[in-house]
């Protein structure tokens, strides 16, 4: 994984570790339902953004090199297991 991509995947998961320290609190202090799943929705969407990024960088090396060294089997099964579980 290139370095800038590593820092932009860090960097993400230090914002959504903050806001689920954020939601602890809301729960904590029973904050009005809909404003607590309001921000569980922006927590699902920032992991989304993270799996995006990763599968980006994943597609973009791993598959790629696997390509050109002949090992077209794994690079469908990988590519295969990622759809499957983005589906779920």
């Known amino acids: 994984m290139k370095n800038t991509n590593?820092?932009?995947?860090?960097?993400?998961?230090?914002i959504l570790e903050g806001q689920i320290r954020g939601l602890q609190e809301m729960v904590m202090k029973d904050v009005y339902c809909i404003d607590v799943i309001?921000?569980?929705?922006?927590?699902?969407?920032?992991?989304?953004?993270?799996?995006?990024?990763?599968?980006?960088?994943?597609?973009?090396?791993c598959i790629l090199n696997q390509l050109k060294s002949g090992q077209t089997n794994?690079?469908?099964?990988?590519?295969?297991?990622?759809?499957?579980?983005?589906?779920?």
């Open 6 to 14: 590593k820092q932009k995947i860090i960097k993400r998961l230090k």
């Open 38 to 61: 309001t921000q569980t929705s922006a927590v699902k969407q920032g992991l989304s953004n993270v799996e995006d990024l990763l599968l980006e960088n994943h597609l973009g090396s």
């Open 74 to 88: 794994k690079a469908k099964n990988e590519i295969l297991k990622v759809y499957k579980l983005k589906r779920k």
